[in-house]
């Protein structure tokens, strides 16, 4: 059996946070875990302790608890827990004062800041009292049209500390991206920045921010905190609305620090609310028609990631925490409920290789980086530009590398071992905005293994099922989770009788969550993810997942990227892979066969692709995933009904009309 790439420490496995959880459950539960393997499986069976004992280890504050933990554990849906409880999400994360820095943050090279927790503290109070004078309380949505600054965590902070719900958007989203997603959910106030950097580049989006602001009937206020210019000048978007309300009042128009100036700071008076009141609506990605909506609840949202950070990530007070996201994507709110953990948010907006391929571990060195949010994305570039950042920085601050958004290869594993750092946990993570969480994600305290995934997620009772609902194990099936957990969506917006939301995740396996992964559960109880199951290749009716044809693919030098797809041909499917080479470089008979090669060798005569197509780009979602089904569509010339979900929609013109797909 080969050896694994890593293992901890003795020294950090006594000092890990789950070794005191587990000593503690030992203690006061009688109970005898040794191992994670123990822990995990005992999380699953006792789930009422399980969670009891993490809001107790993670110090939640409310008002009060309640006696029960979780009713009706055997509906899913319909399963709650801590239903007598009330607490406030904001107080939870704002919980520590002083000096120390609370935020960091980087704009490319163009802005640095640094806020302590006093700083911190001081802002939320005095936007509290100006969103109250608006008229901001319980259950009002109040919406962020923000790059990642400092600004939208203290916005939401602000709105979920009146008991009002946030939800957001990176500032690269286009006008009918929005009101895609502001218009179903209505809100009463939106923040936006003035603008945003990229590659150096400053981007005004007022004019933008005008147009959507205009098909927003609720719209109450317009707050636009300043990025590019400290002072910007709102008068012209101000007439602009003005000007456009003959039908209604148009909303009132104020930069952050007009609306605040005046309000002292001070104590802050948290709306205390029930555990499943909503505090987000996060969006699926919304190319196959309109986003879903999804509603997260204060309590299960808080509790899942201090579990998460604290146990699965190791993160203790005084961390220096960072994830490279936009405030789009779910890793943001992920992201920022570290303060509830009393480390530090090193925020990052704009691209990662701006100024130069070196500027996150210039961010790691220079602010002392404890844990490394980023994608598998970012990892394949890094290794495909020949970065080598184990011999040009010091990184010694630096325990912990997360990677989502898509499967880590396992030459990405070897990479980050080989150039980036020795003495890591590299914690390949996956979940999604449906659980603002993970079902599996690190462990600090076990081996990593060659392209696996280290663990199920504790509390997480996650299985992998076959057609029929039988449970496998080391073979591909689907990603299932059998019992209930907090931070399942309390409902999507706009469901009423929860039709929606019953079709979406249950009725594949009744009473079982369907995730739409396809995954493997290997001999180390690892997770290795074979990518979504609605973009499974079935040629021959035989499944199979794309990630395994991008692992042989994306490891030959000529090759950036690839994405495959099954084409419907002759009352079957056909593999059809298109390839992002190196730039400078065309494909080649002689590379054809090479990539044939090696996915036969790597693979299987079935992951053979029937053609293999050149493009220039791949298309993305905004948070960076390739969209397969969006290219399933446009190949068998169906219509892809929401472009404005997509980073860069002009590369789906290269996947369409393709004459080498007709024979």
């Known amino acids: 059996m080969s050896a694994p790439l890593w293992k901890p420490s003795p020294k950090r496995r006594a000092e890990a946070n789950i070794t005191s959880f587990m000593d503690r459950l030992n203690g006061d539960h009688g109970l005898d875990l040794a191992e994670y393997g123990d822990l995990y499986a005992w999380s699953c069976d006792d789930l009422e302790q399980f969670w009891q004992s993490v809001w107790d280890f993670g110090e939640v504050i409310g008002a009060t608890r309640g006696g029960e933990v979780l009713r009706n554990r055997d509906r899913m849906p319909g399963a709650q827990f801590f239903p007598q409880a009330q607490l406030n999400f904001a107080e939870n994360l704002l919980r520590k004062r002083g000096p120390d820095d609370a935020i960091v943050f980087w704009g490319e090279d163009q802005v640095r800041r640094h806020l302590s927790f006093d700083d911190l503290h001081d802002q939320v109070s005095r936007l509290i009292q100006a969103l109250s004078d608006m008229g901001v309380g319980e259950g009002d949505r109040v919406a962020g049209y923000l790059p990642n600054i400092p600004e939208a965590v203290i916005a939401m902070l602000a709105s979920t500390a009146l008991g009002a719900i946030w939800t957001s958007c990176s500032p690269d989203f286009g006008v009918q991206g929005i009101l895609d997603r502001f218009g179903q959910i209505e809100p009463k106030v939106v923040f936006s920045a003035d603008g945003y950097y990229y590659k150096g580049k400053p981007f005004s989006v007022l004019d933008r921010v005008a147009e959507f602001a205009r098909e927003l009937p609720t719209l109450e ?145 220079a602010e002392r980086m404890t844990l490394f949010g980023t994608s598998a994305k970012y990892i394949d570039s890094l290794k495909n530009v020949g970065l080598a950042p184990k011999s040009t920085h010091d990184l010694s601050s630096l325990r912990t590398l997360t990677s989502t958004g898509s499967p880590l290869a396992p030459e990405s594993f070897d990479y980050v071992y080989e150039h980036i750092k020795d003495d890591i946990c590299l914690s390949s993570i996956a979940g999604g905005t449906d659980l603002i969480g993970c079902f599996v994600g690190g462990n600090p305290v076990g081996p990593v293994w060659r392209g696996e995934i280290q663990a199920r997620v504790l509390g997480m009772a996650v299985d992998v099922f076959d057609n029929e609902g039988r449970s496998l194990r080391n073979q591909k099936g689907e990603l299932v989770c059998t019992e209930p957990w907090p931070s399942m969506p309390v409902y999507f917006w706009n469901d009423p009788d929860g039709a929606r939301y019953s079709s979406a995740y249950f009725e594949r396996f009744p009473g079982v969550w369907w995730h739409g992964d396809y995954v493997e559960l290997t001999e180390h109880d690892g997770i290795i993810m074979h990518g979504r199951s609605d973009a499974t290749l079935n040629p021959g009716g035989v499944r199979i997942g ?89 190949v068998h010339g169906r219509p892809v009904k929401n472009l404005d979900a997509l980073a860069n929609p002009e590369a789906l013109d290269q996947f369409a009309g393709r004459r080498e797909l007709e024979g």
């Open 221 to 365: 206020g317009l707050v636009v905190a300043g990025y590019l210019d400290g002072d910007p000048d709102v008068g012209e978007l101000r007439h602009s609305l003005e000007a456009h309300g003959a039908q209604k009042s148009p909303p009132r128009v104020e930069t952050l620090t007009t609306l605040t100036a005046g309000h002292p700071g001070g104590d802050i008076e948290f709306r205390q609310v029930p555990f499943n009141h909503p505090v987000y609506i996060m969006y699926s990605s919304g190319t196959t028609g309109k986003p879903k909506c999804m509603v997260h609840g204060v309590g299960g949202t808080l509790l899942k990631h201090i579990c998460e950070h604290q146990l699965m990530c190791d993160i203790k007070p005084g961390d220096r925490v960072f994830y490279f996201t936009t405030c789009g994507w779910m890793m943001w709110n992920w992201l920022v409920s570290a303060l509830a953990s009393e480390a530090t948010l090193l925020l990052y907006d704009g691209n990662p290789f701006a100024p130069s391929p070196n500027i996150l571990f210039d961010f790691v060195d």
């Open 546 to 634: 794309t990630s395994e044809i991008y692992r042989q693919v994306e490891n030959l030098p000529e090759v950036e990227e690839a994405l495959a797809v099954g084409q419907d041909w002759r009352d079957d499917v056909r593999v059809i892979l298109f390839v992002k080479l190196n730039e400078g470089l065309d494909l080649t008979e002689n590379l054809i066969n090479r990539i044939k090669q090696d996915i036969r060798s790597g693979c299987s005569p079935r992951h053979v692709p029937a053609k293999v197509l050149q493009v220039s780009d791949i298309p993305r979602t905004k948070s960076g995933k390739i969209v397969e089904m969006a290219v399933r569509e446009v």
